[in-house]
């Protein structure tokens, strides 16, 4: 039977999903789940260290390179407690409270990953079209402006979700699809359908930009010239694919694939909101030679 909708949201309990046919194995999981949380940390904070720290990083695109570490930081940061709670002691059990609290940073972080990877790809297109009037569109003052916008939308956008979902009505103990409280998840154990989603816009909007890119490149005369304008984008390429390509995949699923097994929706799910965080700094200091020059620096000062 249903509480009432009303009830105060303390009452209502959660049970957080651990990974199904692999509850034996927590050992293993455990510790690549906290080898993937390491990575991503330390991963990210060098990112953000390096940018701060270098001045001649203090570019339109190496700010908005910091802005997406700070989202994929917090996205982790966000799913940590659950994951460990589950992985590591054990514990399933998550009040309603303290639920919608991680769905808000959840998504919230989410949304600022989306934005941040959208304002990169604003940042190439400017870069590849307009080469000349590059430094006098993106500015500082413009770099910071967007940052605030980004930042105000996604927290505005998500603040009413946990105040929202305290007035809906659920069973006394419910069990959750995954490891964390994601709003699609909660909000199937009610009685509600509404959803909030607002990456796609963001979506379409990348894929504008790269069309610009495409057609500009593809005007140039020179192949080298080509090359080198693509490599300038590659980077950003890899990390829109690591966002996007679980994110589409779990969307299909979810609309064509409903008899498939539990655990390929949550590999998805933790493709989606564990991989990218851990592999965007790794892209990056692959293929951005400043990026890569200066961790080498940091981790042999002497033969620099």
Known sequence: MEISKHSNASNFLFILMDLPGLETAHCW???TICLIYILSVLGNITIMYIVKSV???????????????????????STL???????LLGQRMIGA????????????????????????????CVAIREPLRYATILTTKHIGAIGLAVISRSTVLHLPLPVLLERLAFQP???LSHSYCVHPDVLRLSSSSTLVNSGGMDA????????????TVLSIASNA??????????SHICAVHLFYTPLVSLSMIHRFGKKLPAQVYMLLSYLHFLMPPMLNPIVYSVKTKEIRVCILKMLHPKKH
């Open 55 to 77: 001045p001649s990083l203090h570019t339109p695109m190496y700010l908005f390179l910091s802005m997406l570490a700070m989202a994929n930081l917090g996205l982790s940061a």
């Open 81 to 87: 407690l659950s994951m460990v709670a589950v992985f």
């Open 225 to 234: 010239e080509q090359l080198k304008a693509f490599n300038t984008c590659i």
């Open 173 to 175: 103990v419910s069990a």
């Open 97 to 124: 409270a303290t639920c919608f609290a991680q769905l808000f940073f959840i998504h919230t972080f989410s949304v600022i990953e989306w934005a941040a990877l959208l304002a990169m790809a604003f940042d190439r």
């Open 29 to 31: 999981t455990a510790i």
């Open 204 to 215: 379409v909007l990348i894929l504008l930009s790269y069309v610009l890119i495409l057609k």
